[in-house]
T-cell receptor, first 115, second 110 residues
């Protein structure tokens, strides 16, 4: 089946620094990718929809200047958490839906801890 | 009101038991419905899509009632490996955005 990878799988950073998370579709072209966040014991919350070659669409309450999304190619989307704070500590998961795919495939997630 | 609501559980059942999960959704225009499984600290994985006519995949049966805006998942002959969180997921429109329920935790004991 289709595979989506994320890098890094986990990261610990200090408060105030920025962290970049990569999401790649390995064997298909993903015209649309999604970024989710999951806090402990809660469900996935959609943060933004990333479309190749255009600006991301953010969900209500998600700061676009804090969570920068770039979808420069059909196989790569990046999420940059700028000036991270402890409350940004979470599990960040991306998913990809290509034109040839009939389901949405999820990456393995990135666990971010901000100290 | 949440867009997708589930009983959080946990459901603690013995091996071999039959267990059913329910889910309700608020948007009557919702188009597609799914059950995902999520293991601890892992990404969600698609378990099955849910169709209006109901569908079965081995020990798993999913039902959709559009009139009541209600989705169910039945697991027969539970296995230890079925222990996980089951997420009810709804797609509202053709944008492929998925809305997740908070999940129902299942624990299958020996």
């Amino acid at each position: 089946g289709a595979v989506v990878s994320q890098h890094p799988s986990w990261v610990i950073c200090k408060s105030g620094t920025s962290v970049k998370i990569e999401c790649r579709s390995l064997d298909f072209q993903a015209t649309t990718m999604f970024w989710y966040r999951q806090f402990p014991k809660q469900s996935l919350m959609l943060m933004a929809t990333s479309n190749e070659g255009s600006k991301a669409t953010y969900e209500q309450g998600v700061e676009k200047d804090k969570f920068l999304i770039n979808h420069a190619s059909l196989t790569l989307s990046t999420l940059t958490v700028t000036s991270a704070h402890p409350e940004d500590s979470s599990f960040y998961i991306c998913s990809a839906w290509g034109s040839a795919a009939y389901e949405q495939y999820f990456g393995p997630g990135t666990r971010l801890t901000v100290t | 009101r949440k867009e997708v609501e589930q009983d959080p559980g946990p459901f603690n059942v013995p091996e071999g038991a039959t267990v059913a999960f329910n889910c309700t959704y608020s948007n009557s225009a919702s188009q597609s419905f799914f059950w995902y499984r999520q293991d601890c600290r892992k990404e969600p994985k698609l378990l099955m899509s849910v169709y209006s006519s109901g569908n079965e995949d081995g020990r798993f049966t999913a039902q959709l009632n559009r009139a009541s805006q209600y989705i169910s998942l039945l697991i027969r002959d539970s296995k230890l490996s079925d222990s996980a969180t089951y997420l009810c997921v709804v797609n509202m429109d053709s944008s492929y955005k998925l809305i997740f329920g908070s999940g129902t935790r299942l624990l299958v004991r020996p």
